[in-house]
């Protein structure tokens, strides 16, 4: 179960160093324009604003993954509320998918890391 639970986090991780290659490099470009229906206008025009979002997605995930491989439990979770939080503001303020695609991934990660037993110190 603790192999599971590790594995959504890193399953997590790398979805924010997804976002945070959308938000960074693909912002500005036919991807992302598609992804979150803007126009070219409003894509140059926010692109600033979204690789600084990006900057924390990555932040995010980065943060994660040294929180498996350092073993840090507390660590993990905080970064896993962090995501939450963000995806619940997210898929109220802004797009509502983003709560199924950045919210429920990391409660699905809190959930299975309570139920390994996974409380301080990973082991």
Known sequence: MKI??????????VLHF????????FWDHPVGREMFSMTP?????????A?????????L???LLWSVF????ATMYFF???VVVAGIYGGLTAKPTILLFQAAPAVLAIVLSLA???RGRAE
């Open 18 to 25: 997804g976002f945070m290659a959308l938000e960074m490099f």
């Open 4 to 13: 599971l639970a590790n594995a959504m986090v890193v399953l997590v991780a």
């Open 41 to 49: 206008e409003q894509s140059a025009q926010t692109a600033v604003l």
């Open 61 to 63: 995930g980065a943060g």
């Open 51 to 59: 690789a600084n979002q990006g900057l924390y997605n990555g932040l």
């Open 116 to 118: 390994s037993g996974g």
């Open 70 to 73: 350092a073993r840090q439990r």
């Open 80 to 82: 896993l509320i962090c």
